[in-house]
């Protein structure tokens, strides 16, 4: 099992990236797909998340509206469109593959199986 990020960058405050998760080993029935992120000296926090099996998404309030995650199922992969992005987006994103996504909407990342390496995002102010 293995989930792969690319596509983070440099960027400048108000443009935007697509991240990419590539998900091996297992498929959208098994585990719902989340997108976190963690800032330097901060806590790791979800961003997004997907659920193949319910047809649902979730957004954190820091991202709504500005952040899309979808997936396309026939090559196994998640992305996360971020649009007008802040300085504050700053951070090293993660994808993980959720047991259920109320561990992700609780944030009860022991609910996280298997995560990704990260890619790093840095939004230029």
């Known amino acids: 099992v293995q989930l792969v990020e690319s596509g983070g960058g440099l960027v400048q405050a108000g443009g935007s990236l697509r991240l990419s998760c590539e998900v091996q080993?297992?498929?959208?029935?098994?585990?719902?797909i989340g997108w976190f992120r963690q800032a330097p000296g901060k806590e790791r926090e979800g961003v997004a998340c997907?659920?193949?099996?319910?047809?649902?998404?979730y957004y954190s309030d820091s991202v709504k509206g500005r952040f899309t995650i979808s997936s396309e199922d026939v090559k196994n992969m998640v992305y996360l469109q971020m649009n007008n992005l802040k300085p504050e987006d700053t951070a090293v994103y993660y994808c993980?593959?959720?047991?259920?996504?109320?561990?992700?909407?609780?944030?009860?990342?022991?609910?996280?199986?298997?995560w990704g390496k990260g890619t790093l995002v840095t939004v230029s102010g």
């Open positions: 993980g593959a959720v047991i259920k996504m109320e561990f992700f909407i609780v944030e009860n990342y022991s609910g996280v199986d298997y």
């Open positions: 080993g297992f498929t959208f029935d098994d585990y719902d």
């Open positions: 997907i659920s193949k099996r319910d047809g649902i998404t």
